[in-house]
């Protein structure tokens, strides 16, 4: 009987939509990390997920009062993600998200 793989094991293995997978999500992460970095302190831990299509940054939030709190800010987020990592962000959306659902 052969032992079972890990999920990473899996995910890096020689499946070239498993490979494609692995690159779309270190990607995200990787935006995720410069979304945060330019964002205040007290808003940093509240966004959960970033994501970058056709130049629309959506971010996720894990409440409605935090949503509401990053809307206050998106403009000069844009503008800093734009300036400092050269991302072409052209429009910003904030979405209410489960932090327990899978993303």
């Known amino acids: 009987m052969q032992k079972p793989k ?54 996720g939030t894990i409440s409605p009062a935090w949503a509401a709190r990053l809307r206050y800010v998106k403009s000069n987020l844009q503008v800093q993600l734009n300036t400092d990592h050269a991302l072409g962000v052209s429009a910003v959306k904030i979405k209410v998200v489960n932090p327990t659902a899978p993303r």
Do not use: N
Request: proline letters at 2%; aromatic letters at 0%; charged letters at 25%.
């Open 6 to 59: 890990s999920v990473s094991e899996l995910i890096s293995g020689t499946s070239k939509a498993l490979r494609d997978l692995r690159t779309r999500l270190d990607a995200r992460s990787e935006l995720l990390i410069k979304v945060r970095s330019s964002l205040p302190a007290r808003l940093i831990d509240h966004v959960v997920s970033a994501g970058l299509q056709d130049g629309c940054l959506t971010l």
